[in-house]
């Protein structure tokens, strides 16, 4: 099955800086690499996604870019502000054939120093 | 619209109770997922269903059951709980294929002591 690696387990930056985490995947028929934000006590919610067939996505301040080849993608964040304070979960997932779920990174914790 | 709803938000449970969690979403999606969250370990999949009346095993479904008698209603069945069990629960339901946006309910926090 499918194992999705996550980096760093925690990021500490300063409010106006940039973030970047990164994200492993080892099943290179993976196709869709979504990225989702939690809030302390809340559900997990879609920020941005990334279909294989793309290799960069960008939404404001939000941005993705995916590394076929080399089978890694990354969610880069700009001009941090404190509500970017959260667990961030990279994902992949094959959507033909099976039906396995979303395998999740095991996250990370972005605080945002004022 | 509701979305996806969990029932109950909390529980308590002692070693070898049973318990059900009802997910519900208004959305006429096709699949639903339980997953489990654990501190370091992100979101694991316990079962899964590609339609009314299916269901799957995922990465941890011990010591769980599921049913999806109808196309808007999963629920999580433990039989008899253990304190390995105790986690949040997070139901969720993509429209049909997975390369879409999985919406997550609220969450289950169930402590087994």
């Given amino acids: 099955g499918e194992n999705v690696e996550q980096h760093p387990s925690t990021l500490s930056v300063q409010e106006g800086d940039s973030a970047v985490i990164k994200c492993t995947y080892s099943d290179s028929a993976s196709n869709y690499f979504p990225w989702y934000k939690q809030e302390l006590g809340k559900r997990p919610q879609l920020i941005i996604d990334i ?6 996505k960008k939404d ?7 590394n076929k080849t080399a089978k890694h993608f990354s969610l ?9 304070s959260a ?10 054939g ?8 095991k996250g990370t914790h972005l605080i945002i120093q004022p | 619209n509701a979305g996806v709803t969990q029932t109950p938000k909390f529980r ?5 109770q049973s318990m059900t969690l009802l997910c519900a979403q208004d959305m006429n999606h096709e699949y639903m997922y339980w997953y489990r969250q654990d501190p370091g370990m992100g979101l694991r999949l316990i079962h899964y269903s590609v339609g009314e009346g299916t269901t799957a095993k995922g990465e941890v479904p011990d010591g769980y059951n599921v049913s999806r008698l109808k196309k808007q209603n999963f ?13 949040v629960y997070f139901c969720a339901s993509t429209p049909g294929r997975l390369n879409t946006e999985a919406f997550f309910g ?6 087994v002591v």
Avoid at chain 1, 60 to 66: D, E, H, S, Y
Avoid at chain 2, 75 to 87: H, M
């Fill in chain 2, 12 to 16: 308590v449970l002692k070693t070898g």
């Fill in chain 1, 87 to 96: 667990v961030y979960f990279c994902a992949a997932s094959y959507s033909g």
């Fill in chain 1, 98 to 105: 099976g039906a396995d779920g979303l395998t999740f990174g």
């Fill in chain 1, 60 to 66: 404001q301040r939000i941005a993705v870019t995916l």
């Fill in chain 1, 76 to 84: 880069h964040i700009t001009e941090t502000q404190p509500e970017d």
């Fill in chain 1, 51 to 56: 279909r294989s067939n793309v290799g960069e």
């Fill in chain 2, 106 to 111: 609220q969450g289950t926090r169930l402590t």
């Fill in chain 2, 75 to 87: 629920l999580l069945g433990l039989e008899s709980a253990a304190p390995s069990q105790t986690s």
